[in-house]
């Protein structure tokens, strides 16, 4: 039936394999035949509808494949949907195939594949496959070398190596195509360095090179210093290449360096710079491995001696020798040389040994501390000696002293330009007017002796007030402080004195507090009172006053003291004497203390009373054991029911217990 004058069928099938024609009739009207189609079988096999075309490696073909599904009769089977997968066919070289897609699924039955390449250079063909049907072979098509695209290692370096050795395997690096191939025309120059350096450097005969029939073959090639990285390999206009990971460390000891050369100095003396000889591998690093002995001798000795402590050889450390006592007994100009077996030999940089001129020594130091105006109690004395050390007898230059930085202040000494005494130039009287730090300059009238300064000297004012140096620190009730209180008496400018005036310490604020300690006052020794077995037998914060007569006192930072744990037991309240059977009038009650006798408030502890020798009498209470309420336990209704003397007794766990005073029970 037509509809708006259309007839549209559905479902409309043949039932056998070939070509068709439909013809549309209706009465009257003329009729109307279809154009030929082709009904196929079901699918049998593939083949190549479409070859690949000639390229060059990793380049995609300009005509990709494609492979038709067919019936046995090479009808196009356009339902198929079997996946068709691609290879190259028997591929003696090794060579890879790329596509976006492979496999793929067909669709109306051609499965038409796109951005296929071939990476090696050679002849092929392809295979089309697919399951349950026959495979199908394209036409051969040829791959050739394409032009310069990127670098490739083909030799890789050795994975592990040593410090400045070079790699068992050298670098060899390609100029290739897209596909890897190796462009043999071109002579590209490859550069060739570390990835990461870490502090490492990489050498080789040539770390640049141009490629020889496209191949760039390197030498020698070794890195100095641990380090794990790669090579980059670079080349202008090119894809730059890694190599595998080269992991490189501290090689064997190949050479000696001295990495500390002797310094001038005096001969028949030590050199003032001792020589430190270093184990190296052949990239410069320390082998700390090494023990090796090292021995040093005079480059040209000439008439020369070199000596050392102990001796002229010494066994590396961790791949150092470090020399002590070493020194030349004639003048000249010299450098030393390491040798170690197996070792290429080191040379030091030179160096001069000279006779020196004396020189001069406070060999008695001026007093560190003195009074302003007060002659040192010990006077500097100045000794000359030769450049061997010995004292120069003979020697009469003029020594003078001076102040060193004096600002303002004066030195006086009963003489202030002495000439030595067999090598001994001793002043006398010596002292310094205005308080100070200072030091004395020794000067010879003799310019080639080079003038010196003493230690310091600190010269103080008269003695004016008291200064906490050390602050006893926080504590508990009755127990020795752990840090003792140290008081120093300084003059106006706060200098250290040399005053042994008597120092007092007292409690600030008592509060009923007591301070005791092993000696108080205590006579302060060279400008310091140093006290000793210090405490407070009260809890509470406190501070501690220092006071000397004449001087200004001194007041502590606050401390702290607690209460100690609780130790034992006390009778507050004894009970009074009373007669058989009734109860005291007087109860008794008792505290837990700590051992400097301090109620502890918070303790709850249970106490029990007994009577200490019974006798035969019987001690009654309310309660005979009672617990402590702020750290105190108080009885009632206690009574003993016969006559005579008693004690009672208060325990309680491991404290030390408690016995009253007496009491007398009468009928």
Known sequence: ?????????????????????????????????????????????????????????????????????????????????????LSISGNPLGAILSCDDNPITPSAGKAEFSECSVNKAGTYTLTAASTGLTSATSASFTILVGPASKLGFTSQPSPTSTGGVPFTAQPTVSIQDAGGNTVTTSTAVVNLFLTETKGASLACAATTRAASSGVASFTGCSIDKPNTSTLTATSAGLAFAFSTVVTNTVGPGAKLVFTTSPGNGARNAAFPVQPVVTVLDAGGNTVTASSAPITLTLTTPGTATLACTPNTTKGA??????????????????????????????????????????????????????????????????????????????????????????????????????????????????????PGVYTLTAKSSNAKIVPINSATITVTGPAAKLAFTTMPTSGTAGTVFTTQPSVAIHDAAGNATPSTAPVSLTLTTPAGATLSCTANPKAAVAGTASFSGCSINTPGTYTITATSPALENAVSANLTITAGPAAKLVFTSVPTDGKGGAAFATQPAVAIQDAAGNTITTSTASVSLTLTTPAGAVLLCDKITQPAVAGISRFTGCRIDIPGTFTLTATSGSFASAVSGIIKITP
């Open 317 to 434: 450390s961790s791949g150092i020798a470090t020399f002590t006592g070493c020194q030349v007994n004639t003048n000249g100009t010299y450098s030393l040389t390491a040798t170690s077996a197996g070792l290429t030999k080191a040379l030091s940089s030179t160096f001069v040994m000279s006779t020196p001129p004396p020189r001069m020594i406070f060999s008695t130091q001026p007093s560190a501390s003195v009074s302003a105006d007060t002659a040192f109690p010990i006077q500097p004395v100045i000794t000359i000696l030769t450049a061997n050390g010995a004292t120069a007898t003979g020697n009469t230059s003029t020594i003078t002293l001076s102040l060193n930085d004096a600002n303002g202040a004066t030195l006086t000494c009963a003489a202030n330009s002495r000439k030595p005494m067999n090598g001994l130039a001793a002043f006398s009287g010596c002292s310094i007017d205005k």
């Open 1 to 85: 039936m037509t509809v708006n004058g259309i007839a549209t069928f559905s479902g409309c099938r043949i039932t056998g394999p070939g070509s068709y024609t439909l013809t549309a009739t209706v009465s009257s009207l003329t009729s109307a035949v279809t154009s030929s189609f082709t009904v196929a079988g079901p699918a049998t096999k593939l083949t190549f509808t479409s070859s690949p075309s000639n390229s060059t490696g990793g380049i995609a073909f300009d005509t990709d494949p494609v492979v038709t599904v067919q019936d046995s009769a090479g009808r196009t089977a356009t339902d198929a949907t079997a996946l068709v997968t």
